[in-house]
């Protein structure tokens, strides 16, 4: 019977191979990442939200609904995804955690990242826009002149931007439509504008014409190509045209499930919302101890909304011109979203906890001929795409990767083996999510240390329960353990 299985498993496997090989010797990538994006979109059961172009995207894909990052903060998140490595050092969950990785690494080193394992395979690779930390791939600081420092210098062969009338590219991540941008204003600005413009007077737009002419010119290489595509929205500002605020009506837009400190929570497992109230010209303040109003948590919610559906359009120009130069049926595209965000829940703007807000964002990946639109609800991780992009393009790497490919979860075949666990790291915890439980335990002072939600019955992480069920908490830390790194026991933990 084990022999007839592996045999059958076999015939599977090869299958598989044959039917992702047959419309090109190599599939081509699409890899697009969305900043700050939780899963509030239509392919996600949030009806209200307008996102039909990753929506169509799904109608053909795999939506992954459990998908959740190692890391609450891009440039973290993104180092992780792209090598393929939970966080082992306190420079491991910084934005800077590229950098610090690379410093004094040969180039002959293992790859970088999987763009430069493709590279590496006689792939052609092409980054635009916000794809690690910095938001055109180079290292520079805020306020400096872009420099010519990549932060990926093994990964491209062309790393491209267009920071249109905003100068450099952090200026254009906080642009404005006048060409000005928070940094430069020193916070004094709204967290949200809403103008009469079209989709290319904020930067998202001009992304995406970018990616379509680069498109068009992949499209006559006799080469295979990885094309990454990273979009700002909805990342603070919520800036967007006009057009896209006016699909919702403010007053059916739903506020957050649940807006209050959790119970058994210290507040040092949250935050004030630093990042949200540094634009300071906002109408309101967010802190733990006082909640915004209804009234601007609805304003704010219909900004983020606005970008959602920006940013939707601007995806769906790049899929459109996908299909029209006949690259549909030989390209693998992913939508990722680099974590999630808190839209006023537990009393946050902005990520940076170990919470289901912060941690889940959107995966869908459609592999032509191969994949058909179902929704996975089995666990996943960040990590699982890089070995997941490998294996399907069959790109040899020597790099081991702390993720499991996602292949068999792509075929839907029923794997009873697969374990339904990600791990995530930040604010001196790690936290470990299962199929019905977040377990988070705290390398800090403040108490209580150890927290244990219940999603089955408590899907909004009203209540820590970990001081009423010892027994699960002791009967979770085994698995618990294998996500402990030691991150906070090495140097500078």
Known sequence: MIKRGILFFLGIWSTFLVTAQSSSNKWNV????????????????????????????????????????????????????????????????????MEHKLKGVPSDFNPETFVHAFRLNGYYTVGIGKISHAPDGYIYKYQEPKSNRLELPQSWDEMLFNAGKWGTGWNAFFGYTDGTNRNALNGEVKPYEAAHVSDDAYPDGLTAAL?????????????????????????????????????YEEE????????????????????????????????????????????????????????????DAQIGKVLDALKKLHLEENTIVIVWGDHGWHLGDQRV??????????????????????????????????????PTLTELCDVKVKHQSD???????????????????????????????TERYRLT???RTET???????????????????????????????????????IWKAKGG
């Open 252 to 311: 059916q837009i739903p506020l957050a499930p649940f807006s209050d400190i959790p119970e058994g929570v210290n507040e040092a497992s949250l935050h004030n919302s630093a990042e949200f109230n540094g634009y300071k010209k906002g109408e309101e303040k967010a802190s733990l101890r006082q909640a915004v109003s209804d009234a601007y948590a609805l304003k704010l919610r219909h900004a983020y909304l606005a970008g959602v559906s920006y940013v």
């Open 441 to 443: 335990k705290y390398f």
């Open 403 to 433: 993720g499991r490919s996602l292949i068999p979860l792509l075929k839907n075949l029923k794997d009873k083996n697969w374990e339904n666990v990600a791990y995530s790291y930040f604010r001196r915890g790690i936290s470990m999510r």
């Open 30 to 97: 699409l890899f697009i990442a969305v900043d700050d994006l939780r899963p509030e979109l239509g392919c996600y059961g949030n009806k209200y939200v307008y996102s039909p172009n990753i929506d169509a995207l799904a109608s053909g894909g795999v939506v992954f609904m459990n998908h959740y990052v190692t890391v609450p903060t891009c440039g973290a998140s993104r180092a992780s995804i792209l090598t393929g490595k939970l966080p082992r050092t306190v420079q491991d969950l910084s934005n800077e955690a």
């Open 448 to 486: 209580p240390t150890v927290e244990l939600f219940d999603y089955d019955s408590d899907p909004f992480e009203r209540k820590n329960m970990a001081a009423e069920h010892p027994e699960i908490v002791e009967r979770l830390t085994k698995l618990w353990e294998k996500g402990n790194t030691g």
């Open 349 to 386: 703007w902005g990520k940076h906890t170990l919470s289901e807000w912060s941690l889940r964002s959107p995966l869908i990946i459609k592999v032509p001929s191969v994949t058909k639109a179902y929704s996975c609800k089995k666990i996943v991780s960040s990590v699982d795409i890089y």
């Open 211 to 247: 990616a379509v002419q680069k498109l068009q010119e992949l499209a006559s290489r006799n080469q295979p190509f990885f094309l990454a595509v990273g979009f700002f929205k909805p990342h603070l500002p919520f800036n967007a045209p006009k057009k896209y605020w006016d699909l």
